[in-house]
């Protein structure tokens, strides 16, 4: 594979992964958005390997 196809998978897993925050986001109580952030974060340090 070329590196540009390489670097384009990343590129749309990130903008899929925030239209879904976004989605899930919207209409939302402020307790249910809370959950929602925590949970990214959660997912976030895991990749990380803070976790």
Avoid: D, N, Q
């Avoid at 899930?24 to 976030?44: K, Y």
């Amino acid at each position: 594979m070329k590196p540009e196809t390489l670097m384009l998978i990343p590129v749309c897993v990130t903008f899929a992964a925030v239209l879904m925050v976004a989605m899930a986001i919207h209409g939302c109580t402020p307790a249910e958005r809370a959950r929602v952030l925590r949970a990214l974060a959660e997912v976030i340090r895991a990749l990380w390997g803070k976790r």
